[in-house]
């Protein structure tokens, strides 16, 4: 069983699903376009299609997770208390989100045109599972620069659910924020249930989830966050004592049991997110994919380095053991979009065409992890073990 166990972890650490998913999606699609995309529209369950399950349903859990990490962090002892401890890797998160916005708005503005415009928000977040492995396979597991990178894409995965709620609203639905009192509603469910002391998190994930979801919907944003809104109000530990992505098992709290009993599922559940969302044909390549692809490789980076160097010259140092070399080879691994930029990129562009081009950017991304390493043996680091 715990050998078991290991296996799984350990397909689950490299991100195999997901990664098993885009493979079977970018083969499929290339072989069989109208087999791939009729799929993706059948009704299944009650009607709904395989893309409206993963991308409606399953992602609430998948940011439901996000959403825990990101609790977890502004707790004592998390990654983000007390505020002076992330101020560099919070302004190199803002260096990570606005690089990548001026490099591609740039480029847009030379070679592209007016309706690639709203691909901006495309290269704003980072992949987690893949920018760790890079990371470790770098610096080693017990470097700074793999914890420091780990915040940045947490805290910038988290501007990327807000630049989908705000700048990405269905363009043939306008938004009624009434329905919003929904969301509210169920926002103070789960805060009722944590002040009646309820020890499981399942009321406040059905309940508060449920209205929170219809209020997004109905309101015409994006019901994928609608657990961002509930899970911050389920009853914790008074501090963090695991880092970003460890889990504590002797914490049973109902943030903590939430994230123990769905982390494995959303992890292999993946495979669908890749299923559904990398279905990209070669020949759809065009101008955005390189937008895309120069704002992750050029602009992560170098928004990433300049935001934190500025940071350490006005006293709010990088973690203690990580110098400039570090922060630059992490920036190049930030470029990794790839999750939440195929995400984005589904939302950006309702033409199809453009859409795939766009979401050929992010995959090619990818890119970013190989050239973190090479980046690591010219400028001399070394791993630690």
């Known amino acids: 069983m715990i050998l078991m166990k290991q296996r799984i972890n350990l397909l689950l650490e490299f991100s195999v699903p997901m990664l098993t998913g885009v493979v079977v999606a970018l083969t499929w699609v290339n072989l069989d376009p109208s087999g791939y995309h009729a ?72 070679i592209g045109g007016p309706k690639l415009h709203t691909g901006w928000g495309i290269p704003t977040a980072t992949d987690i599972a893949l920018a760790w492995l890079a990371a470790r396979a770098v610096f080693g597991a017990a470097h700074p620069a793999v914890s420091y990178l780990l915040l940045l894409a947490v805290a910038d995965d988290a501007v990327g659910l807000a630049i989908i709620a705000i700048f990405y609203p269905d363009p043939n639905l306008p938004v009624e924020p009434i329905w919003l009192l929904l969301t509210v509603l169920g926002m103070l469910v789960a805060y009722g249930l944590r002040r009646l002391k309820v020890k499981s998190y399942w009321p406040a994930v059905i309940c508060g989830g449920a209205l929170s979801w219809s209020g997004l919907h109905h309101a015409h944003l994006h019901p994928a966050l609608a657990l961002v809104f509930i899970v911050p109000f389920l009853p914790h530990g008074r501090r963090e004592t695991k880092g970003l992505f460890e889990e504590d098992l002797a914490d049973h709290t109902p943030l903590s049991q939430f994230e123990h009993e769905w982390k494995v599922l959303v992890d292999m559940g993946m495979f669908m997110f890749g299923l559904a969302n990398a279905g990209v044909e070669f020949s759809s390549m065009g101008t955005v994919t390189w937008l895309v692809l120069a704002a992750l490789l050029c602009g992560k980076p170098l928004g990433i380095f300049t935001f934190s160097w500025v940071a350490s010259r006005f006293g709010f140092a990088l973690p203690r053991g990580m110098h400039r070399t570090d922060l630059l080879t992490a920036g190049i691994i930030a470029g990794t979009g790839f999750t939440v930029a195929l995400f984005v990129a589904g939302e950006a562009f309702a033409d199809p065409t453009l859409q795939g081009a766009a979401k050929m950017g992010a995959m090619l991304s990818i890119a970013s992890a190989g050239i973190g390493l090479a980046a690591a043996r010219l400028l001399g680091i070394r791993r630690h073990k």
């Open 39 to 110: 799929f993706l529209k059948q009704p299944l369950v009650l009607g709904g299609s395989f893309h409206f399950i993963t991308n409606e349903l399953f992602m609430v859990l998948f940011f439901g997770i996000a959403a825990v990490e990101i609790t977890k962090s502004c707790l004592p002892g998390g990654a983000l208390n007390p505020p002076s401890r992330a101020v560099n890797p919070l302004l190199g998160t803002l260096g990570g989100v606005l690089g990548p916005v001026v490099v591609y708005l740039g480029l847009n503005a030379v």
